[in-house]
């Protein structure tokens, strides 16, 4: 059995989240995706990791438009889950 593309791609707030602390934040909305593949399906159990990267932050009035260089691994695999970017917007107190 096979997750599906937007099943993992489902996990990616989760998994930046893991790996940033962003303080005095009010929202954080996931405002979606640029240059994204797809590589390859996920099989079920598998254990994953994302390798995440900072590309673009700016502030527009208030709210920082985040771009973020993502790849999800999959252990024992040399071909990644998928590749791309996404974006968020952050709202600050």
Not at 20 to 38: A, D, P, S, T, W
Not at 53 to 63: E, Q, Y
Request: aromatic letters at 10%; charged letters at 20%.
């Amino acid at each position: 059995t096979i997750a599906h593309g937007y099943l993992t791609l489902s996990l990616l707030p989760h998994l930046w989240n893991q790996i940033v602390e962003v303080r005095n934040l009010k929202l954080q909305v996931n405002y979606g995706i640029e240059k994204f593949k797809f590589n390859q399906a996920v099989l079920v159990n598998s254990r994953v990791r994302l390798h995440a990267k900072v590309i673009n932050a700016v502030n527009l009035r208030g709210v920082v438009k985040a771009n973020i260089g993502v790849k999800l691994e999959i252990e024992g695999n040399k071909k990644s889950a998928y590749d791309g970017e996404i974006v968020f917007l952050y709202h600050f107190l």
